[in-house]
């Protein structure tokens, strides 16, 4: 009796540590960022009181419920695009006309150009993309309903609290782009300038509305150094020109715009591609 009763005692126990194992996976990708909560809400404030005051009050609180609400004790790879349409509705703005700048493979030269919604508002300088940038989060079915030891990244599943938050906030942001619209891309990458399965062509460029959009501009920049793989009218830029055409955009292609150009060689003002601008 004392035997049976020790054995069963072993499974039960055997039992409880697989199930506990098993449903804390262990992913590849960076945990959650710690403090998430006064991260978010410190950046909505500073978005509001500091980068920019002319949008309308917003309640941080709200915002931050709202985005926890999306991820936390959930699956991490069950969490699509709509989970964060309560946070979206809460933090969307509008954003002002000629100021839409989308990107490739660009973000840091981007955000030096834009500086902080002075010159331009690309994603990354509206209140949605400010939160959210450059930080990582995921939740888990165990208290304390957030994992802050690893995250999933796209390769290991699809519909991850990252990627997902990214397409929607991209989609959203398109459909507030208004007057005429740029695009930053890198014509130096090996892997094509214009990415068939990149976030402006499936989630940004099938939004933006052209009854609202009298111009798109493509500014194809390369590195300082190159080389120069593709540029206006040639590889994929040239198919992302004919996707313009057919859905009756007008638009120009520039080459290294003048004024990114200088931005550029303010790092390296004796490299010969920076002596004769």
């Not at 949008?55 to 999306?70: D, L, P, T, V």
Request: net charge neutral; aromatic share 10%.
């Amino acid at each position: 009796m004392w035997k049976w009763s020790m054995f069963l005692l072993g499974i039960l126990l055997m039992n409880c540590s697989t199930s506990e194992g098993a449903a804390i996976k262990s992913w590849h990708g960076v945990g959650t960022v710690h403090n998430l909560e006064e991260i978010i809400i410190g950046r909505c404030y500073n978005y509001l009181r500091v980068v920019n005051p002319t949008i309308r009050e917003k309640n941080c609180s709200a915002i931050w419920e709202a985005f926890r609400n999306a991820f936390i004790y959930k699956e991490p790879c069950h969490v699509i695009p709509a989970d964060y349409e309560d946070f979206i509705n809460l933090a969307l703005h509008a954003v002002s006309e000629n100021k839409s700048l989308f990107w490739e493979n660009t973000k840091l030269l981007v955000h030096r150009y834009s500086d902080k919604t002075r010159r331009m508002m690309p994603l990354g300088d509206t209140l949605i993309g400010y939160l959210a940038d450059d930080l990582d989060w995921c939740g888990q079915l165990e208290p304390p309903g957030i994992n802050f030891v690893s995250c999933p990244t796209t390769t290991e599943c699809e519909n991850n609290p990252g990627d997902s938050f990214w397409k929607i906030a991209s989609e959203s942001y398109a459909k507030e782009a208004k007057g005429i619209v740029r695009v930053m891309m890198n014509g130096s990458v090996p892997d094509g300038t214009f990415l068939k399965n990149g976030f402006f062509a499936k989630y940004e460029l099938p939004n933006l509305r052209n009854s609202k959009i009298p111009e798109i501009q493509i500014w194809v920049m390369h590195n300082i150094d190159g080389p120069v793989r593709e540029s206006c009218g040639t590889g994929t830029i040239k198919e992302l020109e004919n996707v313009l055409q057919k859905q009756n955009f007008s638009y120009k292609c520039i080459n290294n715009y003048r004024a990114i150009r200088h931005l550029q060689c303010v790092d390296f003002p004796d490299k010969p591609a920076c002596t004769c601008i």
